[in-house]
């Protein structure tokens, strides 16, 4: 069983690009969410895909975006970069509904400049 | 409004002592409480998950307890190791599809 995998690792993009990150989900798993982590924060909540369908989203602007594809990974794109999106981007896959548990990925380190 | 609260926010501890990390929550409709323990600069490691209908849950040298009429839940460690220093997060499901995380408390254990 292979765990959530995420890439790349770590990326620096200057203020106005654009990014794109992956997330390959648990084996198994058809529901993905995506967390954002400041330095010394907890992770808030961005958005979840459940089966390609968006499932819920926390408190950020729409230039987030994710897509999850029919093997369930995932990417999150966040357009127009700003300094405040410097953070570490965290993937959880998990099989959804009430009782399970959610498995996270090693993260992205994204850095903008 | 959904929050959850972690104290203490770090504790300095030497190996082999017991320790205890507290989370609190606003709102007792839970439908899970999870642990997790992240190294820095890494991702989450999933350590204990309560059902709300659970009162505790044991995996090795940790217990979690719940108890969701005073919106609150401890993380026990026993014999405490330097290997145990991280930051330990609690995190609860209030609403389908998204974990409520609290800072989380960092544990430093020396020898």
């Known amino acids: 069983e292979t765990g959530v995998t995420q890439s790349p690792t770590h990326l620096i993009k200057t203020r106005g690009q654009q990014v794109t990150l992956r997330c390959s989900s648990q084996?198994?798993?058809?529901?993905v969410s995506w967390y954002q982590q400041a330095l010394g924060q907890g992770p808030q909540f961005i958005f979840q895909?459940?089966?390609?369908?968006?499932?819920g989203r926390g408190n950020f602007p729409p230039r987030f975006s994710g897509l999850q594809f029919p093997n369930y990974s995932s990417e999150l794109n966040v357009n127009a970069l700003e300094l405040d999106d410097s953070a570490l981007y965290l993937c959880?896959?998990?099989?959804?509904?009430?009782?399970?548990?959610?498995?996270f990925g090693q993260g992205t380190r994204l850095t903008v400049v | 409004k959904q929050e959850v609260t972690q104290i203490p926010a770090a504790l300095s501890v030497p190996e082999g002592e017991n320790l205890v990390l507290n989370c609190s929550f606003t709102?007792?409709?839970?439908?899970?409480l999870q642990w997790f323990r992240q190294d820095p600069g890494k991702g989450l490691t999933s350590l204990l998950l309560?059902?709300?209908?659970?009162r505790e849950q044991t995996s090795g040298r940790l217990n979690a307890s719940l108890d969701k009429s005073s919106g609150r839940s401890t993380l026990y460690i026993a014999a405490s190791q330097p290997g145990d220093s991280a930051t330990y997060l609690c995190?609860?499901?209030?609403?389908?599809?998204?974990?409520?995380f609290g800072r989380g408390t960092q544990l430093t254990v020396w020898p």
């Open positions: 959880a896959s998990s099989l959804g509904g009430t009782s399970t548990e959610a498995f």
């Open positions: 084996s198994g798993h058809n529901t």
């Open positions: 895909y459940y089966r390609e369908e968006e499932n």
């Open positions: 709102d007792s409709a839970i439908y899970n």
């Open positions: 309560i059902q709300s209908s659970q």
């Open positions: 995190a609860v499901l209030f609403t389908l599809g998204r974990l409520y």
